[in-house]
């Protein structure tokens, strides 16, 4: 288990990047829009849906690789957090609208920072979604 002080935490943004500039200040960035399935290319019906629906989650969550990156992402957030200086590490989760890809996957993210942590539930974990009650974006 990595011991923290109790002023370190974990910030979690999905965002969109048809929407505008990552956000300032992460110390990792998660690119999904050219490796993980867009979901309302699957299925149109789920365009109007969000990463909060089901249907959505599963879909992006059953990606090939998907879980290796969330598990991969875990140990990197560990590793800032075991640093010198502990405090807040900030991680952006993208894709093109932030609707789909990126909140699904940044709503998956705490469990799987709780799991490499063995189940220590002190660390405070946020998730922010910038974009997801934005229109979706035409293309």
Known sequence: M??????A???IISYGHLHGSAPEGLHIDLDLRHHFRDPHRVS????SMTGRD???SRLVLSTPGIHELL??????????LAGPSPSTVCVG??????KHRAAATALALPSYIRAARHGDDDL????THRDIDRPVVHR
């Open 124 to 127: 405070e974990v946020t998730v």
């Open 93 to 98: 989760v993208s894709c093109a609208g932030g």
């Open 54 to 56: 089901l249907p959505v």
């Open 44 to 47: 149109p019906q789920m365009r």
């Open 71 to 80: 598990q991969a992402t875990a140990l990197q957030v560990l590793a800032f």
């Open 2 to 7: 990595t011991t923290t002080t109790a002023s």
């Open 9 to 11: 935490s974990v910030e």
